[in-house]
């Protein structure tokens, strides 16, 4: 599966900003989807994630109640909104598929696409 991330941008703090994450290559349905980020100097860490059909969703705990993951399976694109969004949310997100939510929050997933830079500025 390729993978293409766009969307990120320059935004002030509380503001909101949406990623979209289109796939293309195998059924877009067989692969659960996350988010990542890597901040400067940072390993890269795990932001969200959803499961096949969007039935599960999974969350950092610095992001719950401020970031929303979902998909549409149809247009072959998982989408990350971010709202109330901070100064440390600032970082390069990536999205990223594996065959199960599983593997793509706690094992690694295996396919990644190209990051998309957010800035939150003070």
């Known amino acids: 599966v390729q993978l293409q991330a766009s969307g990120g941008g320059l935004v002030q703090a509380g503001g909101s900003l949406g990623l979209s994450c289109a796939a293309s290559g195998r059924t877009f349905s067989s692969y659960a989807m996350g988010w990542f980020r890597q901040a400067p100097g940072k390993e890269r860490e795990f932001v969200a994630a959803?499961?096949?059909?969007?039935?599960?969703?999974s969350y950092a705990d610095s992001v719950k109640g401020r970031f929303t993951i979902s998909r549409d399976n149809a247009k072959n694109t998982v989408y990350l909104q971010m709202n109330s969004l901070k100064p440390e949310d600032t970082a390069v997100y990536y999205c990223?598929?594996?065959?199960?939510?599983?593997?793509?929050?706690?094992?690694?997933?295996?396919?990644w696409g190209q990051g998309t830079q957010v800035t939150v500025s003070s």
């Open positions: 990223a598929a594996d065959d199960t939510l599983v593997r793509v929050t706690s094992l690694g997933p295996d396919y």
């Open positions: 959803i499961s096949r059909y969007g039935a599960s969703t």
